[in-house]
């Protein structure tokens, strides 16, 4: 690879230096000598230079010497984090050096396992040169392998230090023997930093190895063994719940799938996903991805799903021809309307919009400080605080109810519809939040996502307006033949809330605001008519705050 010229000699050199300074760091421990100490001292400088060497040259080889060749970016990258680790973790050997000689009796130390920290880290050291240049996943895997191992190295010698402690050992000798093992203990970090490093130079994608288990546990529980240099990772999106979501080709063949969807993340949220895809496949069959595997560890999970062909709906209305545009709102409107007869179950349902927008609020004025206004006065006249407005909003919403329910999305934003133009169909993602409740909580989320594009565009613009009309004027039409007379005032709070809390993902200060502003212009709507006496059958959601 272009990149290792001039690069490769001053890795290896750093990647000796720094398992030197481990090795000495040993044998400071197991025979002090202030010599041996000053060494490790002054090679730590020459660490730092030869980091910072390699550093320079990866950042300029990245900038002038590639011409787009991602390998080689990746390579640089990856050798740029493993230098950085490396010389971590040398300053952890200087700053066990000092630590050694707080030691009241030198030989204290020798009572505990130290070597076996040493011994792991060394050997995991010895095979990063041949790991990275390689691109070698198995040798990877060893080396993070080591951070587990001194994990449980550290749990054991801590647990026999508070023993010493309690049983009336010096308090001095066993403090500095706990500062020791921590150091060996953050050691182990910077390895597993390594390894992952190593597997980012060989996939091009960086992975957490906990990810990078779970993709391969999920890979096997398919029935094949696919190693991950066979099967080609893609990262797609990363969500705001946290899970790592990419596309992998394993080998699957099929008219609708060309690979596989991974998604790792919480487990609670994707054992409710995992439900609700089951659930809504009961419902309208191939509306959902399959689930063809999942697996479980711990606090964590990880599915692999059938990977649907097509776009996602927000792409079709930007960048689709109109006539494709048109035909997928089309059977957008259909898939919903089926959906939503389908699963519909009378008895009267409270979503809570308010109340939802509550729970967000700390994150809204985290991000915009300034939308907050308290209660001011102008020419003579009150005018309300923000926090009146939602109070009264939230009286208001007490006597507003659903008629019904259905199941529900949950996260109906644009880019969770996928739009299939060669089988005219509709396909939902992303649906841990599914349920059953107002129906009305889909409308308001899908509205504002199209709202919310920062597209400025005179002619994308429009085409996302004409979405949200015609969407709006679908909808109003499901609820006329429903029964439902109070669809407008509770569409009124449910785009409040999307108003408001999509703002805390907006950076453009203009835009948050002029979101927020909508959202606060319907809370005080939905209150004031609330306050009228009249029945909400009366009231009318103006459709002007849903233009840009």
């Known amino acids: 690879m272009r990149f290792l010229e001039g690069v490769e000699e001053n890795f290896r050199f750093m990647v000796l230096e720094v398992t030197k300074q481990v090795e000495n760091t040993l044998k400071v421990l197991e025979n002090p000598d202030p010599g041996l100490v000053t060494k490790i001292e002054s090679r730590d400088d020459y660490i730092d230079n030869l980091k910072s ?39 952890h050997a200087v700053n066990i050096v000092m630590q050694s000689q707080y030691l ?43 951070e587990v191992t001194l994990d449980a190295l550290f749990k054991e010698n801590f647990d026999m230090v508070l023993r010493d402690l309690r049983t009336g050992e010096s308090p001095e000798n066993c403090i500095t023997a706990h500062n020791i093992f921590r150091y060996l203990e953050r050691m182990g970090d910077t390895i597993l930093n390594i390894g992952e490093a190593v597997i980012f130079a060989a996939v091009g994608e960086k992975f957490k190895i906990h990810q990078f288990e779970a993709l391969k546990e999920s890979l096997s529980g398919l029935g094949r063994d696919v190693p991950i240099t066979d099967g080609e990772f893609q990262s797609i999106w990363g969500t705001r719940s946290g899970c790592r979501i990419g596309r992998v080709d394993a080998g699957r063949k099929g008219p609708r799938s060309s690979g596989v969807l991974f998604k ?118 009150r005018i309300p605080g923000f926090d009146e407005v939602l109070r009264r909003a939230e009286e208001a919403e007490t006597s507003l109810e659903a008629p019904f329910s259905v199941l529900i999305h949950g996260d109906f934003n644009s880019n969770n519809i996928v739009y299939s133009h060669d089988e005219e169909r509709i396909h939902y993602i992303d649906l841990h939040r599914s349920r059953d409740t107002d129906y009305v ?86 209150a004031d008519f609330g306050d009228s006496g009249k029945p909400w059958s009366a009231y009318v959601l103006p459709d002007a705050v849903l233009i840009y």
Request: glycine share 6%.
């Open 441 to 526: 909580q889909d409308v308001s989320v899908f509205l504002l996502s199209n709202f919310r594009l920062p597209v400025l565009d005179t002619l994308l613009r429009a085409r996302l307006d004409r979405v949200i009309r015609q969407f709006l004027a679908f909808s109003r039409e499901f609820a006329v033949e429903a029964g439902d007379a109070s669809f407008e005032a509770r569409l009124a709070l449910g785009l409040a809330r999307s108003f408001i809390t999509s703002s805390r993902f907006e950076f453009n200060q203009g835009f948050a605001r002029e979101m927020f502003l909508r959202g606060v212009y319907l809370l005080e709507s939905a």
């Open 264 to 381: 790792e993340g919480n487990a609670v949220k994707l054992r409710a996903e995992a439900e609700n895809i089951r659930r809504w496949e009961a419902v309208m069959p191939g509306l959902p991805p399959k689930v063809q595997a999942f697996h479980v560890d711990g606090d964590s999970a990880s599915m692999l799903m059938e990977y649907l062909g097509g776009c996602t709906y927000q792409e079709v209305v930007l960048s689709g021809a109109p006539e494709i545009a048109a035909n997928a709102t089309f059977v957008l409107e259909q898939t919903t309307r089926q959906l939503w007869q389908d699963t519909r179950r009378p008895g009267p349902v409270k979503a809570g919009y308010v109340r939802q927008l509550s729970s967000r609020l700390d994150d809204v004025f985290r991000m915009h400080p300034g939308f907050r206004r308290g209660e001011m006065r102008l020419a003579g006249r």
């Open 104 to 146: 009241r009796d030198p030989a204290f130390i020798k009572r505990y396992d130290y070597k076996a920290f040493f011994a792991e880290i060394i050997k995991a050291l010895r095979l990063v040169v041949k790991a990275l240049f390689n691109q070698d996943i198995t040798l990877a895997f060893k080396i993070c392998r080591a």
């Open 53 to 91: 060497v390699i550093e320079n040259k990866c950042f300029s080889r990245i900038h002038t010497g590639f011409g787009g060749d991602k390998r080689a970016i990746d390579m640089a990258r990856a050798v740029n984090i493993i230098t950085s680790n490396l010389e971590r973790l040398a300053d």
